[in-house]
């Protein structure tokens, strides 16, 4: 139980152009959903919390406009990135939680921007 | 000083060794913890979870909490090479907090046939 899966896996793209990831949970229903980035070596940085049906909780320092987040389902989240730049290129990881404090994170996708 | 604290490694031990990682914090009102393990290029995979204080075990992993030392430790037991990863620990103070994540940097584990 507790399956989440991202797609896609893995993208490139070109610099300027608008990417979109999305995150399922796959056996449970997903309360509150989270998009996280990580660099090489580092650890996990939230970039915003979303819960079904309301606007996402951006984390400071985090482009609201920049990164549109979409939680139209309780089993569904979106990621947008929108015009793209080569410093965007990362690994992006969503959670989702139901009615307990813990996470489950998808596969992750990474994005490489040209 | 950073809410949770946890020594980056990396740690390198035989195949069959007992593994102790650990993590600090200052938040008094973290309720909840947890530990992830995520391997390379890979999401983080949920370990164990404990509410409050005291121990709790599942098959070769035993995750302890002491609240009045502010102090989580994961051991693993009989480490095999497939458990070379990064385990991350974190907590969470409860309600009210949306659920949200304090993060340890993750500790790099080798274990080596």
């Known amino acids: 139980g507790a399956v989440v899966s991202q797609h896609p896996s893995w993208v490139i793209c070109k610099s300027g152009t608008s990417v979109k990831i999305e995150c399922r949970s796959l056996d449970f229903q997903a309360t509150t959903m989270f998009w996280y980035r990580q660099f090489p070596k580092q650890s996990l940085m939230l970039m915003a919390t979303?819960?079904?049906?309301?606007?996402?909780?951006?984390e400071q320092g985090v482009e609201k406009d920049k990164f549109l987040i979409n939680h139209a389902s309780l089993t569904l989240s979106t990621l947008t990135v929108t015009s793209a730049h080569p410093e965007d290129s990362s690994f992006y990881i969503c959670?989702?939680?139901?009615?307990?404090?813990?996470?489950?994170f998808g596969p992750g996708t990474r994005l490489l921007v040209l | 000083q950073k809410e949770v604290e946890q020594d980056p490694g990396p740690l390198s031990v035989p195949e069959g060794a007992i593994v102790s990682l650990n993590c600090t914090y200052s938040?008094?009102?973290?309720?909840?913890f947890m530990w992830y393990r995520q391997y390379s290029r890979k999401g983080p995979e949920l370990l164990m979870y404990t509410y409050s204080s005291g121990n709790k075990e599942d098959g070769r992993f035993t995750a302890q909490v002491d609240k009045s030392s502010k102090y989580i430790s994961l051991f693993i037991r009989d480490s095999q090479p497939s458990d070379s990863a990064t385990y991350l620990c974190?907590?969470?103070?409860?309600?009210?907090?949306?659920?949200?994540?304090?993060w340890g940097l993750g500790t790099s584990l080798a274990v080596n046939p």
């Open positions: 959670s989702a939680s139901q009615a307990t404090e813990t996470q489950y």
């Open positions: 979303s819960n079904e049906g309301s606007k996402a909780t951006y």
């Open positions: 974190a907590m969470n103070p409860g309600a009210g907090n949306n659920r949200k994540l304090i």
């Open positions: 938040n008094s009102a973290f309720q909840y």
